[in-house]
C-alpha cells in the first residue's frame, strides 16, 4: 500500500472512531507502528489529526463518541481480556450495576455463569447478554433509549436509580486520565453514569489502553472515586499510557493489567498488578476512604445492609 492510500485510511478510520490507537492502525493498514506513527505525524503537520498517547485522535483536544458499530470493532482481544480479569471479581449472590459500553457488555457474558446474581443496568446490550441466564436477575432503568450505544438516558433512568445500593458498579468510558478521572462524550450518558456511581459502595472501571490518557468532555467519575481498574497492557513504546497508570496507582486507584499479547495471544489472559505507593490520600465520601479504618468499617455496615436487603 502506498504511502498516501495508507494515510487516507488512517484519516479515514480516526474521523469515524474519533480515537483509534496506533497499534490498531497499524493492524488494519497491516503495517508496523513505527510506520503508522510516521505518517500520523504527517497527517498532524497537515492538521488533519492530533496525536495523543499512543495514538490519533480528530483535531481539537477532546475526542466524540465513536458509535456502537464503530466501537465494538476496536480492541477487541484486549477488552474480551479485560473482561474476563473482571468477571473474576463478582461473587455469588452479589448485587451489582453494570452500565453501557462494549466492554461491559463482554463482561456482562461472563455473569451468565454467577449463581445468585442480580445486575442493575441501562444497557440493553448488558441485558441482552443475561437475557437467558437462568440463575442471574436483571433489573432494568427507566428511561429514553438513546440508539447510538442502545442505553436508557435521562430522568427516567436517573429516578429509578434512586435509593438504590449494590455493592459494585463496573462502568466503562470514552477516556481516563488521573486528572479527571473517567470521562464520556455525551451528557445525558455522562449524568446517568454519576447516578450509577451513587448506587455503589465501590467503582470498577473497565477501560482498554485506547482510553488511558483520553480526556472528554463530561466527567462521569472523578479519580478519588475510582476503587479500581481493569485495563490490558499499553505498548512497550506507550510511556504516557504507563505514566498514566502509575499516576492512577498514585492516587490510590488499585489497578489490574491483563498481560500483553495482542489479537489471538493467550498471553492476553495474564494479570498484573499496578503496586500502591500507600495508603490512600484522605478525602471526603466513604469511597474516597478505602483503606482508612473509619472507611473500612462504614463499608462493612454497607455490606451487612445489602445482605439483609437481598434476605429480604
Not at 440463575?135 to 428511561?143: I, L, N, Y
Not at 490490558?232 to 498481560?259: C, F, K, N, Y
Not at 499496578?274 to 455490606?303: D, F, I, T
Amino acid at each position: 500500500m502506498f504511502a498516501a492510500e495508507r494515510r487516507q485510511l488512517i484519516l479515514e478510520m480516526v474521523r469515524a472512531n474519533g480515537a483509534v490507537s496506533l497499534r490498531e492502525l497499524a493492524r488494519v493498514v497491516q503495517t508496523s507502528e513505527v510506520t503508522v506513527r510516521r505518517d500520523v505525524r504527517a497527517l498532524e503537520a497537515e492538521g488533519l489529526l492530533d496525536r495523543r498517547h499512543g495514538g490519533a485522535v480528530l483535531p481539537g483536544g477532546f475526542t466524540r463518541e465513536s458509535g456502537f458499530p464503530q466501537k465494538s470493532h476496536l480492541a477487541t482481544a484486549e477488552k474480551t481480556a479485560i473482561a474476563d480479569l473482571a468477571a473474576n471479581l463478582v461473587e455469588e449472590g452479589e448485587a451489582i450495576v453494570v452500565g453501557a459500553g462494549t466492554t461491559t457488555q463482554e463482561l456482562a457474558r461472563r455473569l451468565a455463569r454467577v449463581p445468585g446474581l442480580t445486575v442493575v443496568t441501562n444497557s440493553l446490550l448488558v441485558a441482552q447478554a443475561l437475557a437467558h441466564a437462568n440463575r442471574v436477575e436483571v433489573v432494568m432503568t427507566g428511561g429514553t433509549l438513546r440508539g447510538s450505544n442502545y442505553a436508557l438516558v435521562g430522568s427516567g433512568a436517573e429516578q429509578s436509580l434512586q435509593g438504590l445500593r449494590v455493592s459494585r458498579a463496573f462502568l466503562s468510558g470514552s477516556g481516563l486520565t488521573a486528572e479527571r478521572g473517567l470521562s464520556t462524550s455525551n451528557m445525558l450518558s455522562a449524568s446517568v453514569d454519576r447516578a450509577l456511581v451513587q448506587a455503589a459502595a465501590e467503582v470498577v472501571v473497565l477501560a482498554d489502553h485506547t482510553k488511558l490518557g483520553t480526556d472528554t468532555m463530561f466527567q462521569t467519575v472523578p479519580t478519588d472515586l475510582i476503587t479500581r481498574l481493569v485495563t490490558d497492557e499499553p505498548a512497550g513504546h506507550d510511556e504516557r499510557a504507563s505514566t498514566e497508570l502509575q499516576a492512577l496507582a498514585d492516587q490510590g486507584v488499585q489497578i489490574t493489567v491483563a498481560g500483553a499479547g495482542g489479537e489471538g495471544s493467550p498471553a492476553g489472559r495474564q494479570r498484573r498488578d499496578v503496586p500502591l505507593p500507600g495508603p490512600r490520600r484522605q478525602s471526603p465520601g466513604l469511597r474516597a476512604a478505602v483503606g482508612l479504618g473509619a472507611a473500612e468499617s462504614a463499608q462493612g455496615a454497607e455490606r451487612a445492609r445489602v445482605a439483609d436487603l437481598r434476605r429480604r
